[in-house]
Every structure is written in structure tokens, then in C-alpha cells.
């Protein structure tokens, strides 16, 4: 039984930071593909970054340069640290991971989904 729990979600104000954290429960082996999307009232869910098997790390548009994706391969942790948050990265932010092959950037490519965590910046 996988299961994700993410935590760090909360509100602060423009340009501040926050870090959010995703553990991963009932997985196997070490190492999947992980990733951070995030929803915002009323619209899609949307990639925000992504860390695949092998390292190989990929960031949407609006989080590069501000956002930094890391993980504890040993815990199937992920972490998501955002510095100078903007109002529209409010949302409620999703830790994912996919238990095939690659690591993908759609939201459906993955396979188990957290609760969410509501980040909100003001």
C-alpha cells in the first residue's frame, strides 16, 4: 500500500519561502520517479518540478530559478524549498510518484497521489 504524505504547506506573504516535504510509504525499492504538482482554484494541475531515478531533474518555467527540488533516495523523501513566492503560485501542492519506467511531467503519467498541502501567498 503506497502512500504519500506531504507536509510545510501554509500562508506567507510575497517573497517570503517555504519548503515542502513528501515521504513516501510502501514503496519497494529506492528511488522512483517524484514529483511536485500544484492546482489552483478553478484550473488544471500542473507540474512544478520533478526528480527522476537516476538524478535527472526537471522544472516548469514558473519555478525555475526559484524553486529547488531535492530527495532522500534512502527515505523516498522529496523536498520542494520556494523562495520568493508570488501570489500566483497559490495553490494546493501535490507530491506524486510513478512506479514505471522514466519520469515524466504529465500529472497522469503518475501513479500515486498525496492528500495535498495548501500553500498560499498573499
Known amino acids: 500500500h503506497v502512500q504519500l504524505v506531504e507536509s510545510g504547506g501554509g500562508s506567507v506573504q510575497a517573497e517570503g519561502s517555504l519548503k515542502l516535504s513528501c515521504v513516501a510509504s510502501?514503496?519497494?525499492?529506492?528511488?522512483?520517479?517524484m514529483g511536485w504538482f500544484r492546482q489552483a482554484p478553478g484550473k488544471e494541475r500542473e507540474r512544478v518540478a520533478t526528480?527522476?531515478?537516476?538524478?535527472?531533474?526537471n522544472y516548469a518555467d514558473s519555478a525555475k530559478g526559484r524553486f529547488t527540488i531535492t530527495r532522500d533516495k534512502d527515505k523516498n523523501t522529496v523536498y520542494l524549498q520556494m523562495d520568493s513566492l508570488k501570489i500566483s503560485d497559490t495553490g494546493t501542492y501535490y507530491c506524486?510518484?510513478?512506479?514505471?519506467?522514466?519520469?515524466?511531467?504529465?500529472?497522469?503519467?503518475?501513479?500515486?497521489w498525496g492528500q495535498g498541502t495548501q500553500v498560499t501567498v498573499s
Open positions: 510502501g514503496i519497494t525499492y529506492r528511488g522512483p520517479c
Open positions: 526528480y527522476g531515478g537516476y538524478g535527472r531533474i
Open positions: 506524486a510518484v510513478r512506479l514505471n519506467s522514466g519520469c515524466p511531467i504529465r500529472p497522469e503519467d503518475f501513479t500515486y
